[in-house]
Nanobody
Framework: QVQLLESGGGLVQTGGSLQLSCAAS????????MGWFRQAPGKAREFVAA????????NYRDSVKGRFTISRDNVKNTVILQMNILKPEDTAVYYC?????????????????WGQGTQVTVSS
């Protein structure tokens, strides 16, 4: 099991940037693939980005490709989501999650540990 704590959310104008961080503690961080998901009000939680254990493999949902970048530091036990050119439709609570599966999983069911979430609000 791994404990996850997100930070870096906030309010930003359209076109702005935010960097989300997820600090992990517990079992060996490098043994987990990591993902970011988000949930907007009244909507289901959805996949945003994922990164493999080594950091060499990544996946993104189509709507964030070219704008968001996921990265990880297996020494500092952190995963970062750099979000650029933000749009109002990116407004959501963003969750960090850890998966014991290989690759860079996109399905929520493959993630067993979740953070509490951090709010991102993009104003128009």
């Amino acid at each position: 099991q791994v404990q996850l704590l997100e930070s870096g959310g906030g309010l930003v104008q359209t076109g702005g940037s935010l960097q989300l961080s997820c600090a992990a503690s517990g079992r060996a961080f490098s043994s987990y693939a990591m993902g970011w998901f988000r949930q907007a009000p009244g909507k289901a939680r959805e996949f945003v980005a994922a990164i493999s254990r080594s950091g060499e493999g990544t996946n993104y949902r189509d709507s964030v490709k070219g704008r968001f970048t996921i990265s990880r530091d297996n020494v500092k036990n952190t995963v970062i989501l750099q979000m650029n050119i933000l749009k109002p439709e990116d407004t959501a609570v963003y969750y960090c999650a850890a998966s014991g599966f290989g690759g860079s999983p996109v399905f929520q069911s493959l993630y067993g540990d979740w953070g509490q979430g951090t709010q991102v609000t993009v104003s128009s």
